[in-house]
């Protein structure tokens, strides 16, 4: 403890936490969850924590060499079968002989517990619990085991009341839900008339008296997905505020409860007369019916299902009276999108999440102790890196190009001229799957013949226009671990480029793209960091051979004004300016801070020209952070506290989390109510003057968002994610990806710095299971072997 990281700046048990207790206990669940292998003695000699020269804790738990795991004693014990061949023989687990031993059964809680009173010996005067923490940190990893493993710990006593598991039924039909609520709400932003997506949840009855596991989550889930959650009180003369007190004292705020009239009658029947007084646009889109344990008789669920036939009927409970099709939940809980998903290896893996909504943020681990492994590249080390990229690249082009020729040559000799053959090779390089985002029809051939065959005919290179942002969103430090570009920028253009060659090898001008920073455009951002951004971008672009001849980076407004004059960009600020006082006059008299679901569903209904809501939904997740409680204008070390604030924002209530905590979500829903106003204003005043396709008069709309008219691409593959809102990194195949920061270091990804950006903050992060200690001692590097793998994704 003496040599911790940061010294007297950094507690001592959270220390001993993170350094000790969680990657022993990490350890023993991945061994067991995952090989079927159990923790026989994790104090005798076969185990280690890796300490440097200087005593201090690296977190990381070493198997020694000598270990044999087959054997009978040492830090596993192979059990007589391992769970790997009980699931695929349907072997008893309960008849794995191994386990049965009391000195696995027991290794982990008696090492914890150790640990605590090592603890409470060095600092006796200490006022902290370390016992409580570490059961805390027991009870967090060994959540959503498999259900095998969870019902083997289970037959132990000391391990009972920590073995956690969610059935995979569940799983699937929560999964289906939050999916088909997405699709609705997607509608809903496209067709403003469609039905507001709703989620029934009831008759309740015994609501109030007991919590339903995974409950204030899921209407977590349901807002952040576009619908809304409403709840429908048993019957007539039941209190609607004695329900809503209930669920908000379970972590459900501005809870909406409906309470049937005498005159709608019973049951669904009764639900629909009075989800229709609340709001005519609703469509339930799933119904759950929670069983009270007390009732005798049975519930007719089919009388739901007729009453809703679109809806997803989906019951809560634990006894056989559903009726005949429908399986009861034990819970309303969902894995995390960030824990490693069952069947798939025991390795760094990645949620491919598009929202931090989707994350779990109370549950990631923010694993202070990957600093100390972090890779630090020289300038050739980068150079080469680069290099190995851009060649890649090139390659790729070539071989793209042949194939546009080879497959569309023969079915083009008929093509009117040379100059519309070459159009619509063009067209067939870009629909190429490394490169398109979202259906062809969003751009078919007409459409690029209509704007590309004017410049082609003149022999010019065809203007592209994409917009971008040249900082990350890294306030809070859960989406990016640094405000500047990084790999994820940098492979952007080597992508770019790839692109750019094929098209040169058909059509020899090529195009120009316009890579247009939105910079001030939607919201206020710090000068000095876009500038710096944009520096680094013009860097980035030097480094993968593009130049001014075949891009320009240039701020938005700069370029709208280059091409439309200065009137015109006066004339778009003077609508923002006159739809911005509509709305804040439409909005005047409501307050974020005083129930923000209930205040957000009134301003939806107030929204003078639409989507407020939806873009709130959105930027609250990359506003500006408060500093930290005590240090005003300091920023958060690491995500953790971010976590906390994040994890249930809406919620308010002044017993659900610390003052500050509660003090910081206010702020962030403020300054998130702020910046919606500005930036709905200056999105439909965008649309009126068709800002964004004037930005390069004739020139072809790029956009990564698939939109019908505009070229979709997604040049890193994957999950739609934007760069801005992600931190680039290599995952565990070698793919060039962008992820959230939050799950990066839950994942045991490792900072990697390079020149190329400065040690200001890592260049990317890189799974720790691809570096190895350097031979003189300084660090880590990556293994050249993993190196020579990394490559950008095809699809």
Request: glycine content about 6%.
């Amino acid at each position: 403890m003496d040599s911790r990281p940061g010294g007297a700046d950094t507690d001592e048990l959270a220390f001993v936490v993170e350094y000790f207790v969680r990657p022993l206990v990490r350890v023993f669940r991945t061994a067991l969850d995952s090989y079927g292998l159990v923790f026989a003695d994790p104090l005798g000699p076969d185990t280690a924590f890796e300490l440097r020269t200087d005593l201090a804790a690296t977190g990381r738990v070493l198997v020694m060499d000598s270990l044999s795991v087959s054997g009978a004693a040492g830090l596993m014990t192979r059990r007589a079968a391992t769970l790997r061949a009980a699931r695929e023989s349907d072997t008893d687990l309960g008849a794995l002989t191994a386990w049965s031993s009391r000195s696995a059964a027991t290794a982990v809680p008696s090492t914890l517990h150790a640990l605590a009173e090592a603890f409470s010996r060095a600092r006796p005067d200490s006022r902290a619990d370390p016992g409580a923490a570490f059961r805390e940190v027991l009870a967090a990893e060994m959540r959503y085991l498999r259900s095998d493993t969870a019902r083997l710990l289970s037959a132990d006593a000391s391990w009972a009341a920590w073995a956690h598991s969610v059935p995979e039924q569940q799983e699937r039909a929560l999964a289906r839900l939050l999916a088909r609520l997405q699709d609705r709400a997607r509608e809903c932003r496209v067709l403003p008339d469609k039905p507001l997506p709703v989620v029934l949840i009831g008759p309740l009855t015994d609501v109030v008296e007991r919590a339903l596991p995974g409950l204030p989550q899921l209407c977590r889930d349901v807002w952040h997905a576009g619908g809304e959650t409403v709840f429908l009180a048993e019957g007539p003369g039941c209190p609607a505020a004695r329900y809503a007190s209930g669920l908000a004292r379970y972590g459900v705020p501005d809870p909406t409860v409906l309470t049937p009239r005498s005159a709608d009658g019973a049951g669904p029947a009764a639900a629909a007369a009075a989800l229709a007084r609340w709001d005519r646009r609703a469509e339930v889109v799933a119904c759950l019916a929670v069983l009270d344990p007390t009732a005798r008789a049975p519930v007719g669920w089919e009388a739901f299902a007729r009453q809703f036939p679109e809806a997803t009927l989906l019951v809560i409970g634990d006894d056989d009276r559903t009726g005949s099709g429908d399986v009861p939940m034990p819970s309303l809980e969902m894995q995390s999108p960030a824990t490693a998903q069952v069947n798939t290896p025991p390795a760094p893996t990645l949620p491919a999440a598009r929202s931090l909504s989707s994350l779990r943020l109370d549950m990631l681990r923010h694993n202070p102790a990957i600093e100390q492994h972090a890779v630090r590249w020289s300038g050739e080390e980068t150079r080469l890196f680069v290099d190995h990229l851009v060649a890649a690249a090139r390659r790729n082009a070539d071989r793209t190009a042949r194939a546009a020729r080879d497959t569309l040559g023969r079915r083009l000799v008929g093509a009117p001229s040379d100059a519309e053959r070459t159009v619509r090779l063009m067209h067939h390089i870009l629909q190429r799957k490394q490169f398109k985002h979202g259906p062809s029809s969003n751009y078919p051939p007409e459409l690029a013949l209509r704007e590309m065959l004017p410049f082609v005919r003149r022999g010019e290179p065809v203007p592209m226009a994409m917009v971008f942002f040249p900082n990350k969103f890294a306030h809070s430090k859960l989406k990016a671990v640094g405000d500047l570009p990084d790999l994820a920028e940098l492979a952007m253009l080597v992508r770019l480029l790839e692109l750019m060659e094929a098209v040169h090898q058909v059509y020899s001008p090529g195009l120009f793209f316009f890579l247009a920073a939105d910079n001030q455009h939607y919201r206020a951002h710090s000068p000095a960091k876009l500038e710096e951004g944009m520096l680094i971008m013009s860097r980035y672009a030097g480094a993968t051979g593009l130049s001014g001849k075949v891009v320009e980076i240039v701020a938005y407004d700069e370029l709208a004004e280059r091409h439309q004059g200065t009137a015109f960009v006066a004339a778009h600020r003077a609508l923002r300016a006159s739809i911005l006082a509509e709305y804040r006059a439409a909005l005047r008299d409501l307050d974020i801070t005083l129930g923000p679901l209930r205040t957000l569903r009134e301003a939806d209904m107030r929204d003078p020209r639409g989507n407020f809501a939806d873009l709130f939904r959105s930027l609250v997740f990359s506003v500006r952070t408060p500093g930290t409680p005590g240090t005003p204008g300091a920023m958060p070390a690491t995500g953790s506290w971010w976590s906390e604030v994040y994890a249930d924002l809406y919620n308010l209530a002044e017993d659900c989390a610390a003052p500050e905590v509660i003090a910081a979500r206010k702020e962030v829903l403020t300054t998130a109510w702020d910046d919606t106003l500005r930036y709905v204003a200056t999105w439909h005043a965008d649309a009126h003057t068709g800002y964004r396709s004037k930005l390069v008069p004739g020139g072809v709309q790029v956009s990564l968002r698939p939109t019908p008219g505009r070229i979709g691409l997604n040049l890193l593959g994957g999950t739609a994610l934007s760069s801005a809102h992600a931190t680039g990194a290599i995952d565990t195949r070698g793919v060039v990806s962008r992820e959230f920061a939050v799950a990066l270091r839950d994942q045991c990804f490792v900072p990697l710095y390079s020149p190329l950006l400065g040690p200001q903050q890592p260049f990317a992060m890189v799974p720790v299971t691809a570096t190895q200690a350097r031979g003189d001692g300084a660090g880590a590097r990556i293994d050249p072997a993993f190196l020579r793998t990394t490559r950008l994704r095809r699809r």
